[in-house]
């Protein structure tokens, strides 16, 4: 798997949003949709608060390919999906600690429905 170079790491992680445009089968790019995005050593995790049912989350998880933008940095990147849940709970603490002072709109992206659709974010090369 590739790894993210360190300022690129740093730039996304701080951003507050991130812009997700999930690759469709034929190859084009889905419209870009704003999420949270959070950093856990040197991975970065999304989730999408509608669960399984987000129309970017079906996309990325059917194809695992596409472009993010975030704190002035442009990559395309690839979706694993994440399944252990140690690395679910250090992903809802990353959440809560950047955006708990969000009071009411944090809780669902640390809820089961968000925590089932954590994808680790990868640059392609």
């Known amino acids: 798997m590739n790894t993210w170079k360190t300022e690129t790491l740093k730039r996304i992680a701080a951003a507050e949003e991130l812009r997700i445009a999930p690759r469709r089968d034929d190859g084009s790019l889905r419209e870009p949709t704003t999420i949270w995005v959070v950093r856990d050593g040197d991975e970065l995790y999304v989730r999408s608060w509608r669960g399984t049912g987000g129309t970017w989350w079906k996309t990325a998880q059917a194809t695992h390919a596409g472009h993010i933008a975030a704190g002035g940095v442009e990559a395309d990147v690839t ?47």
């Open 79 to 125: 979706f694993a999906p994440v399944g252990d849940p140690a690395i679910n709970d250090r992903v809802d603490a990353a959440y809560q600690a950047k955006y708990g002072h969000y009071s009411g709109y944090v809780e669902p992206m640390v809820g089961e429905q968000a925590r089932a659709t954590t994808l680790r974010l990868a640059p392609r090369s």
